[in-house]
C-alpha cells in the first residue's frame, strides 16, 4: 500500500478511486477476466450502456481485479442467442431482455414485461421486495442461469406505423416488429409478429418488409430513425409499462465467484438499474419534442383496440397458466402483486400524476 499512496500522491489525480479500490477487496481475490454478451447495439448508449455502468463499476470497485468486457450484439453471439450462450458456458454474462425467450419458455416474460402488467416502480419493487426475484432465480436455474435486474426503460411507446390504426380491423394482417408475449397476444387479433434485432428494424421499415415496428421510446427510436420511414407513432406501449433488463450470470461462474465480488457484480447492477431509468427520463421529453417538430404524428391507442388487447392478454395468461405449472407458479402471485400495486397506484400517485400533468389547474 504504500506504493500505491506513493503513486497516489505522485499526482495520478485521476486514477485516484482505482488505486484506492484495492482497501475494499482483499489483497488476494483473484484476478478475473469475464466476457458479458449484450443483445443491444452499441449506439444504443441508454440499454447498452448498462452493461458498461456495470463493467466500470465492478472494475473500478475490485481495483481492476474483476474485469468485464462488453461485447454487443451479434459481436459474441447474435442477439437472441445471449440466453443460451450463457446458459452453455460460451460467455460468462449476458445482458438482455429476457421476454425474448418466450418461444423456449413464456414464464421468461415476468423477468421483462407482460403486457398490461407492471410499471417501472411495481416491477423494481416486485423483484428487489415482493418475491419477483426468487421466483425467477428458481425458473432461471434450469437454464443455469442466476438472472439479476438490471435497468428499466419506463413504460414505452406503441411504435412506428406506416398507416394509421384506427380499430382492431386495423390490426388485422399487419406485420409489425414486435418482441415476446405482446406478439402473441396481438397475433390472436390477427396481427403477424416479427421478431428482429433493434439494430435490423429500419431497413425493414424502409423496405416496407413490415408495416410497423416498436422498439422503446423517442430517445431510442429517434437514434434509429424510424420517423423517417414511418408517420404515425403510437402510444403507450401497453405490452411495455416497465419492462426490465436483465445481467445474466452462468451458474457454475457464478458459484465460483468469491462472495465478495457477487455482492459488487449485483451491486452494479442495481445501481446501472436506476441509471437506465434516470437516463431515459432525462433523455426521451426532449426526443419526443424534436419528434414532434419533425413531423412525427402522434396519435394514442384507441380504448377500444386497448380493451380488445387487454381482453386477449388476460384470456392468454390464463390458457398458459393451465397448461404449463412453471408458468403459474409466477402467474399466481404476480397477479396478486399486481392487483395490490394497482390498488395503491390509483390512490395517491394517481391523484397526484392526473392533476400535475394536466396542467396543476393552472392556465397555460
Ligand atoms: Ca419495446
Known amino acids: 500500500m504504500e506504493r500505491r499512496s506513493f503513486l497516489k500522491k505522485a499526482g495520478a489525480g485521476l486514477a485516484a478511486t482505482t488505486l484506492a479500490a484495492p482497501a475494499i477487496v482483499h489483497a488476494q481475490s483473484p484476478q478475473i477476466k469475464w466476457r458479458l454478451a449484450s443483445s443491444f447495439p452499441k449506439s444504443l448508449d441508454t440499454i447498452y450502456g448498462a452493461a458498461e455502468t456495470v463493467a ?16 454487443a450484439g451479434g459481436e459474441l453471439v447474435p442477439p437472441f442467442q445471449v440466453l443460451d450462450a450463457v446458459k452453455d458456458g460460451t460467455v460468462e454474462l449476458g445482458h438482455s431482455a429476457s421476454y425474448y425467450y418466450v418461444g423456449k419458455d413464456p414464464a421468461f416474460a415476468f423477468d421483462t414485461a407482460v403486457p398490461f402488467g407492471l410499471n417501472s416502480r411495481q416491477q423494481t419493487a416486485w423483484m428487489y421486495e415482493g418475491g419477483g426475484l426468487e ?3 428458481e425458473f432461471f436455474k434450469e437454464y443455469n442461469i442466476v438472472n439479476i435486474p438490471c435497468g428499466n426503460t419506463g413504460a414505452q411507446m406503441g411504435g412506428w406505423y406506416r398507416k394509421e390504426i384506427k380499430s ?3 390490426l388485422k394482417g399487419l406485420k409489425m416488429r414486435i418482441g415476446g408475449f405482446a406478439g402473441q397476444v396481438l397475433t390472436r387479433l390477427g396481427l403477424v409478429p416479427q421478431q428482429i434485432p433493434g439494430g435490423d428494424i429500419y431497413p425493414s421499415l424502409e423496405k416496407g418488409t413490415i408495416d410497423a415496428a416498436e422498439w422503446v421510446g423517442p430517445y431510442d427510436d429517434e437514434k434509429l430513425g424510424f420517423n423517417k420511414v414511418a408517420k404515425y407513432y403510437y402510444y403507450p406501449g401497453w405490452w411495455e409499462g416497465g419492462p426490465q433488463l436483465s445481467i445474466y450470470v452462468n451458474q457454475k461462474q457464478w458459484d465460483g465467484l468469491p462472495k465478495d465480488y457477487q455482492n459488487i457484480l449485483e451491486a ?3 445501481e446501472a438499474h436506476v441509471e437506465m431509468q434516470a437516463r431515459y427520463d432525462v433523455r426521451n421529453p426532449a426526443a419526443l419534442k ?18 380488445a388487447c387487454y381482453k386477449e392478454a388476460f384470456a392468454l395468461y390464463e390458457e398458459t397458466a393451465a397448461k404449463n405449472p412453471k408458468f403459474k407458479k409466477i402467474y399466481e402471485p404476480w397477479k396478486k402483486f399486481r392487483d395490490d400495486q394497482y390498488l395503491w397506484f390509483r390512490v395517491a400517485e394517481n391523484a397526484f400524476d392526473n392533476f400535475v400533468y394536466s396542467g396543476g389547474g393552472q392556465k397555460k
Open 268 to 270: 452494479a447492477c442495481a
Open 168 to 170: 382492431v380491423e386495423d
Open 56 to 71: 466500470k463499476r465492478v472494475a473500478a470497485a475490485t481495483g481492476g481485479r474483476f474485469q468485464i468486457q462488453v461485447f
Open 290 to 307: 424534436r419528434l414532434v417538430a419533425s413531423g412525427t404524428q402522434l396519435r394514442p391507442f384507441s380504448r377500444e383496440v386497448m380493451a
Open 135 to 137: 421466483l425467477m432465480r
